[in-house]
């Protein structure tokens, strides 16, 4: 099993910045992807970026060069999030994946983010 913590969220004014934190601890695989997720109100989950282990990322068109993924080890991820909008708004979740045999992820329980406008 694996745990996933975040921190970091909260009410943040339209163009201002935020960094989300996500802690892992259990059964750590040191070779993983872990990534960022968000869910707005009455919206599917969606993908915002990912990074493996070895350092490749992957980023959703919607918020290239305004959020950067980065890792300091196989446990911690972070997301710094600039030039925020409303539309940002969302849940936002920590993800952990390892491929075996198939895919087992892990799910953080969330962190709220708010732009005011």
């Known amino acids: 099993q694996v745990q996933l913590v975040e921190s970091g969220g909260g009410l943040v004014q339209a163009g201002g910045s935020l960094r989300l934190s996500c802690v892992a601890s259990g059964n750590i695989f040191r070779i993983n992807t872990m990534g960022w997720y968000r869910q707005a109100p009455g919206k599917q989950r969606e993908l915002l970026a990912t990074m493996t282990s070895s350092g490749r990322t992957n980023y959703a068109d919607s918020v290239k060069g305004r959020f950067t993924i980065s890792r300091d080890n196989a446990e911690t991820v972070y997301l710094q999030m600039n030039s925020l909008k409303p539309e940002d708004t969302a849940v936002y979740y920590c993800?952990?994946?390892?491929?075996?045999?198939?895919?087992?992820?892990?799910w953080g329980q969330g962190t709220q983010v708010t732009v005011s406008s």
């Open positions: 993800n952990y994946f390892i491929t075996l045999n198939a895919r087992i992820n892990y």
